[in-house]
T-cell receptor, first 113, second 112 residues
Framework: DVKVTQSSRYLVKRTGEKVFLECVQD?????MFWYRQDPGLGLRLIYF???????EKGDIPEGYSVSREKKERFSLILESASTNQTSMYLC????????????FGEGSWLTVV | EDQVTQSPEALRLQEGESSSLNCSYT??????LFWYRQDPGKGPEFLFT???AGEEKEKERLKATLTKKESFLHITAPKPEDSATYLC?????????????FGTGTRLQVFP
């Protein structure tokens, strides 16, 4: 079974704080993604990575950065958290021969106050 | 612009009352259409991938079908444990890109 682990399930941070959200996969999957999910807006892609030290912007990268120093770990960074970044954050990996099946972690609920 | 629209937004069913959820899409170069189930407070759980018009896939009480413009998720004789939000997503474009475009989901409630 594919396992995608998000270490922090619930976080409360203050405006202006730096926030790290970590995602770890247990297999040698190359492709990893960060989405955020908001009511009425669905899931929106923030950043993705095809390999170590590689990153590409998704649809809403503003206010976020990412880090992928090891293949199994993909971190999302909020340099200076703001209240409009309160959301559910989902990490995902793609697998299969055609990398056509995407599996999600359990999600990290971030509240910025 | 690539777009995915799901309907209805919410659906209430009596246990055993079969129905269908709709996912319509406009994308250039469909590579795959995905259905996910999401329980409150959890990440989406993968259900099906469909690749071409006419394709069908089944899992327990769920059956997904695909045409050139839309997909249906048919739920036969649903049970309360089928209550969840069902998400549709498409993978579009060409080249080495796997990103998905999601609809906003259908929230299904099944009452005993």
């Amino acid at each position: 079974d594919v396992k995608v682990t998000q270490s922090s399930r619930y976080l409360v941070k203050r405006t202006g704080e730096k926030v790290f959200l970590e995602c770890v996969q247990d297999m040698d999957h190359e492709n990893m993604f960060w989405y955020r999910q908001d009511p009425g807006l669905g899931l929106r892609l923030i950043y993705f990575s095809y390999d170590v030290k590689m990153k590409e912007k998704g649809d809403i990268p503003e206010g976020y950065s990412v880090s992928r120093e090891k293949k199994e770990r993909f971190s999302l960074i909020l340099e200076s958290a703001s209240t409009n970044q309160t959301s559910m954050y989902l990490c995902a990996i793609s697998t299969g021969e055609s990398r056509d099946t995407i599996y999600f972690g359990e999600g990290s609920w971030l509240t910025v106050v | 612009e690539d777009q995915v629209t799901q309907s209805p937004e919410a659906l209430r069913l009596q246990e055993g009352e079969s129905s269908s959820l709709n996912c319509s899409y406009t994308v250039s170069g469909l590579r795959g259409l995905f259905w996910y189930r999401q329980d409150p407070g959890k990440g989406p759980e993968f259900l099906f991938t469909l690749y071409s018009a006419g394709e069908e896939k089944e899992k327990e009480r769920l059956k997904a079908t695909l045409t050139k413009k839309e997909s249906f998720l048919h739920i036969t004789a649903p049970k309360p444990e089928d209550s969840a939000t069902y998400l549709c997503a498409v993978q579009a474009g060409f080249g080495n890109t796997d990103k998905l475009i999601f609809g906003t989901g259908t929230r299904l409630q099944v009452f005993p």
